[in-house]
């Protein structure tokens, strides 16, 4: 299974992004999506999560309202899309997969993509 993150770049303050997600699987169905991000000089910290469905999903209390996860099964993608970023967005994103049951550990995913920078400027 390889993912492939794309889609980062730099924004203003108060602007968007859309981070996407490329599975090459053919469990594509199978699996939680979920993107993680690593600030500058932070640990991985979950950000979102939606499940094998597609119809379940988790935010964390920062992306919540701000951010939507969603699962594209007509093309193996998932994609995060960001709104009203904040210089505290900045960070390293990276999505990851797993079958079975939800999950906001990292060390629970199996899978995961390069990771994808996203720079917010004040």
């Known amino acids: 299974v390889q993912l492939q993150a794309s889609g980062g770049g730099l924004v203003q303050a108060g602007g968007s992004l859309t981070l996407s997600c490329e599975v090459s699987?053919?469990?594509?169905?199978?699996?939680?999506m979920a993107w993680f991000r690593q600030p500058p000089g932070r640990e991985r910290e979950f950000v979102a999560a939606?499940?094998?469905?597609?119809?379940?999903?988790d935010y964390d209390h920062a992306a919540s309202g701000r951010f939507t996860i969603a699962k594209h099964r007509s093309n193996n993608t998932c994609t995060l899309q960001m709104d009203n970023l904040q210089p505290e967005d900045t960070a390293v994103y990276y999505c990851?997969?797993?079958?079975?049951?939800?999950?906001?550990?990292?060390?629970?995913?199996?899978?995961w993509g390069q990771g994808t920078l996203v720079t917010v400027s004040s």
């Open positions: 699987s053919n469990s594509f169905h199978m699996y939680n």
């Open positions: 990851a997969a797993r079958p079975g049951l939800w999950s906001r550990k990292k060390e629970d995913y199996r899978y």
């Open positions: 939606v499940g094998a469905t597609g119809g379940v999903f």
